[in-house]
Structure formats: structure tokens, C-alpha cells
């Protein structure tokens, strides 16, 4: 099967969705496979360093080549990007010499080491995910602050693809933030930082726990900052300033009356 790697990043170019850090990650680091996947468009193993992508998308669905991404919904392209962000964080953590990085990489790397320190480690729950002000406190493993932290950065990149795409008609390459178009995407930004449709899981690393629940969805004290979605508008997604002023004024508003626990 010829590697999708390339033509996954010269049709993401052409569609005009980022690009920029997929580049940085080596093309045989990402073991691509096609699969009849029931629920998403892709998945990612980080222990096997493996991007599966749904058949579907596979060119005559035959699972030989990359499909033309243009026959991708927008939600399907968000989950796509969800997956790649995944593959990212998985390259730099992975890198033997993390100072042979790209500067942009290793500022990657530098944000997320500090915040699985404390912010993604000693954290709120929501054992009950309806119940929004039922919390519990933890303090995770490496594996599950790490998940957190993935699931975290990738849900909102995923969000961002989606919502861009549906703004701009599925033709980002073709458009530019207009005052209209900044108002509405921070509404929806508003609508789902207050719906808890950004807030990051893990699935516990505890059998015993894992049998209670398959998932733990963290409470919106531990949801993701302003300075890490800075980080990932302008330099992930090659947003413009205006845009990520707006997601920092936006998460910087508390929709809880808890405090953020401390690891002082």
C-alpha cells in the first residue's frame, strides 16, 4: 500500500486546513492503516504509533490509497484532526533528542510537560457527567494525566476544524475572519465552553475503576486554559491573533464556583 502520509498532508494543504505541524512529524513515525472503523472517521494507538482511518475514506473504499478529502463531512474532518493532534504529541514525547525539534515543537513539548505537572494531574471529576456540580477530587497517574491532557488539546483542535469548516462553508482556503464571522465563531465558543462539549476524559488505567466507568470526564476546573488554547490557535491551527484573544477572553470565564485545585 503506498504511504497516505503525503497525500493526507497535500489535501489538507489544498483544503486549506493547517498543515504546518503534521510537517514535522516524520512519515514513517505514523503507521497509516484503513479499517472498517463502526463509529469514527480515525483512530489513534499511540503504543503502536498507529493512525487508522475509516475504509471510507480510502480511495473506492478499497483501503489502497488516501480518498479525495473533499468527499469528508466537516465533522468527519474534525475527528480526523482530533486523531492527528494525538499523533503529534505522541511524535514529540516519543523524540530521543528533543532539542533536535522544531522551536515550535518544542514549545509543544515545553506547555504540555508543565501542565500534566499539576494542571492535568491533581484535578476535578465528574463522576456523573449530567451532574455538572458533582465533583470528586483525584490525583492521576502519568497515564491518565497524559490521556487527559491528549484528549483535552485534541477535542478542541477537532472543535476548531469543524466549526471553521461549517463557518466558512467548507471552504477555508477561500475566506478570511470577517468582524461577522469572529462574532459568531466566539458564540459557539461561548455555547460550548458553557455546554462542557471541550472539557477533556480519560479512560481510567484501573481495572477496578474501569469497570465503574469506562470513561471520567474532568470537571470544567481542569478544563483546557486560555494560554494552552493560545498556544493552539496560533501555532497548531495558524489562527490569527484576533482569534485567539477572543478563545482566551472566552475561557477565562468561569462557569464553575469551584477553584482549581492547587498542587502547592
Known sequence: MRHPWPALIAQAEARGLPTGFLKEIAPDFVDVAFEDLRTYAAEYHPERHQMILNLRLSFNEAGGALADLTRM?????????????????????????????????????????????????????????????????????????????????????????????????????????????????????????????????????????????????????NALTPQEAEFLLREILEEPRELADIAKAVLAQKVTDESTPSCQ
Request: charged letters at 25%; proline letters at 5%; one cysteine or more.
Open 73 to 221: 463531512t466537516h465533522h468527519d474532518l474534525g475527528l480526523l484532526y482530533h486523531e492527528l493532534l494525538h499523533a503529534y504529541l505522541d511524535y514529540l514525547f516519543s523524540a530521543s533528542d528533543p532539542t533536535a525539534l522544531s522551536p515550535r515543537a518544542r514549545r509543544a513539548l515545553a506547555l504540555a510537560t508543565a501542565q500534566l505537572h499539576c494542571h492535568y494531574r491533581f484535578v476535578r471529576i465528574n463522576p456523573i457527567r449530567q451532574r455538572r456540580t458533582a465533583t470528586e477530587l483525584r490525583f492521576l497517574s502519568d497515564e491518565d494525566a497524559w490521556e487527559v491532557l491528549n484528549e483535552t488539546w485534541a477535542v478542541f483542535v477537532g472543535w476548531a476544524i469543524w466549526t471553521k469548516l461549517e463557518l466558512f462553508h467548507g471552504q477555508p482556503r477561500e475566506g478570511t475572519w470577517t468582524p461577522e464571522l469572529l462574532h459568531e465563531w466566539r458564540s459557539r465558543l461561548e455555547a460550548a465552553h458553557r455546554s462542557g462539549e471541550l472539557l477533556g476524559y480519560y479512560e481510567p488505567d484501573d481495572p477496578e475503576e474501569r469497570r465503574i466507568a469506562r470513561k471520567r470526564f474532568i470537571a470544567p476546573t
